[in-house]
């Protein structure tokens, strides 16, 4: 109940006009085009979540939520939580794909939106800077020079490494309108110098070459097995010998039980993929193998999405 709640007050951007002044349900009902009775009820319910505050019949919202829920704000999540919304509709389908397999597959939200999605990278970025300094801390990256980030996105990643290591430069690897979001992103932080863009699809093309550290996050639970270790020898090809591949994913127990928010991940990607999943480090090493990697080990396990997996690329 709550969550359904949640994602109507973000949809109709109550946060955002009640961040900006206190006002009754009368005037919201006006601002927003909608019903007195329902957004009374709804506002309440939400103040009682403690998101929104209500003092003399006036509504407001309060900083600390507005800063992430106004969508003025420039660390705004409202474009994650609206991918969220599309999330909920196709969820409702669950039963039947369940029932009768993947032919109730609804495209994602933001496929066919060019704004919407430029919205979602930056509010991705918004949630993944602020891991991605843990994460460059518990890989290591030692001596390498050169990174490759495959479907890196805007660069959160990217940007952590160059950060954390003076001396790397990186490519980034990503889909053509995601390499211009890029390149808008990073070019206020200084790194752009040390940076090479590359647009390309993974899924059809081949990555660059000659590196000795490829990062692949947040990918491989979008992708069948097969998909995966096609993607693994395509890295493979691009690492110098001796060169290393991290994975950052969820990485479930052997029986796929745990970490919970894993397992309701892989429920997620049956609804919005064709054959996605979550993976457990032994599937994850079978596939490595398969692409022709060694020594592989679990970096780091898995609590949000946090697990890292390493292989290497053989000297011989």
Same mark, same amino acid.
């Given at each position: 109940?709550?969550?359904?709640?949640?994602?109507?007050?973000?949809?109709?951007?109550?946060f955002?006009?009640?961040?900006?002044?206190?006002?009754s $349900?009368?005037?919201v009902a006006?601002?927003?085009k909608?019903?007195v009775?329902g957004?009374?009820?709804?506002l309440d319910a939400?103040?009682?979540?403690?998101l929104?505050?209500?003092?003399?019949g006036?509504?407001?919202c309060?900083? %600390?939520?507005?800063v992430?829920?106004?969508k003025?704000?420039?660390?705004?999540i409202v474009?994650?939580?609206?991918h969220?919304?599309?999330?909920?509709?196709?969820?409702?389908?669950?039963?039947?794909?369940?029932?009768?397999?993947?032919?109730?597959?609804k495209p994602?939200v933001?496929?066919?939106?060019?704004? %919407?999605q430029?919205?979602?990278?930056g509010?991705?970025?918004v949630?993944?800077?602020?891991?991605a300094p843990?994460?460059?801390?518990?890989?290591?990256?030692? !001596? $390498?020079?050169?990174?490759l980030?495959?479907?890196g996105a805007?660069?959160?990643? =990217?940007?952590?490494?160059? %950060?954390?290591?003076?001396?790397?430069?990186? =490519?980034?690897?990503?889909?053509?309108?995601?390499?211009?979001?890029?390149?808008?992103r990073?070019?206020?932080t200084?790194?752009?110098n040390?940076?090479?863009?590359?647009?390309g699809?993974?899924?059809?093309d081949?990555?660059?070459?000659?590196y000795?550290? $490829?990062l692949?996050?947040a990918?491989?639970h979008?992708?069948s097995?097969?998909?995966?270790?096609?993607?693994?020898?395509?890295?493979y090809?691009a690492?110098?010998?001796?060169g290393?591949?991290?994975?950052?994913?969820?990485?479930?127990?052997?029986d796929?039980?745990?970490p919970?928010g894993?397992?309701?991940?892989a429920v !997620?990607?049956?609804?919005v993929?064709p054959?996605?999943?979550?993976?457990?480090?032994?599937?994850i090493?079978?596939s490595l193998?398969?692409a022709?990697f060694?020594?592989?080990?679990?970096i780091?396990?898995?609590?949000r999405?946090?697990?890292?997996?390493?292989g290497?690329?053989?000297?011989?």
């Amino acid at each position: 109940m709550e969550s359904r709640i949640f994602l109507t007050a973000a949809e109709l951007d109550v946060f955002t006009l009640l961040a900006e002044k206190s006002m009754s $349900a009368e005037d919201v009902a006006d601002n927003l085009k909608v019903t007195v009775r329902g957004i009374t009820i709804l506002l309440d319910a939400v103040v009682s979540m403690g998101l929104l505050g209500k003092e003399n019949g006036n509504y407001n919202c309060p900083n %600390e939520v507005a800063v992430l829920l106004s969508k003025k704000s420039p660390r705004s999540i409202v474009p994650m939580i609206k991918h969220n919304i599309g999330g909920w509709k196709r969820w409702s389908d669950l039963t039947d794909i369940v029932r009768n397999g993947t032919d109730k597959i609804k495209p994602l939200v933001f496929d066919n939106n060019q704004s %919407e999605q430029e919205a979602f990278i930056g509010a991705m970025h918004v949630i993944a800077y602020k891991m991605a300094p843990g994460i460059v801390s518990a890989i290591q990256p030692g !001596n $390498a020079v050169k990174l490759l980030d495959v479907g890196g996105a805007s660069g959160s990643y =990217t940007q952590a490494f160059l %950060e954390a290591c003076p001396r790397m430069n990186a =490519t980034l690897f990503d889909l053509p309108q995601v390499i211009k979001m890029a390149k808008r992103r990073l070019a206020g932080t200084g790194l752009l110098n040390r940076i090479t863009l590359v647009a390309g699809d993974f899924y059809k093309d081949e990555l660059p070459a000659e590196y000795d550290l $490829a990062l692949l996050s947040a990918i491989i639970h979008q992708n069948s097995t097969e998909q995966n270790i096609d993607l693994y020898k395509k890295i493979y090809r691009a690492l110098l010998p001796g060169g290393r591949l991290v994975i950052r994913d969820h990485i479930m127990s052997p029986d796929h039980t745990q970490p919970a928010g894993g397992t309701f991940f892989a429920v !997620n990607m049956l609804v919005v993929t064709p054959g996605g999943s979550t993976y457990s480090f032994e599937e994850i090493r079978l596939s490595l193998e398969s692409a022709g990697f060694i020594k592989i080990k679990l970096i780091q396990p898995d609590e949000r999405m946090n697990g890292l997996v390493e292989g290497f690329k053989p000297y011989y």
